[in-house]
């Protein structure tokens, strides 16, 4: 599941800079493939926070979802030629995600069945029915 699109890229930084990061044969357009091989990284790392805290995939991507894969997918496709300002991004991303990850910041998406109080993972059965008493009839 991929939180950020090619348009949630572009809006943030620009399609030279998208062209710039992608464009590994010189060919002048952003290279799809490249873009997308760094969202699904993005999105990755992403989900590891969330394991276990909410239900994947989401339904909706949640605005702050976008942020975070924007700034860690432009950071790894930076890679070593990463300004202090990308890499700052990607440390603040990656310090939102914990917060996340610890409750601080929720997300208003559906929890993970093992967050949710009381489910621990098990099923329990709830009937409408008053026990039965099976005592001797008399």
């Known amino acids: 599941m991929s939180y950020a699109t090619l348009a949630d890229m572009s ?6 800079a998208l062209i710039e990061l992608t464009d590994r044969t010189g060919v002048g357009h952003i290279d799809m493939s490249v873009l997308d091989e760094a969202l699904a990284d993005a999105a990755a ?13 989401v339904a909706v991507v949640p605005p702050l ?53 009381g489910a621990g993972g098990s099923l329990e059965v709830v009937t409408g029915h008053r026990p039965r008493d099976w005592g001797v009839i008399q």
């Open 45 to 57: 790392e992403i989900e590891g926070y969330l394991t276990g805290r909410y239900a994947l995939p």
């Open 65 to 117: 979802l976008a942020r975070i894969a924007c700034d860690i997918a432009r950071y790894r496709l930076a890679a070593e030629r990463a300004s202090e300002e990308m890499r700052a991004r990607y440390e603040d991303a990656r310090k939102m995600l914990h917060a996340i990850a610890d409750g601080r910041v929720r997300l208003g998406i559906a929890p993970a069945l093992s967050a949710v109080p």
């Open 11 to 16: 809006v943030r930084f620009g399609e030279a």
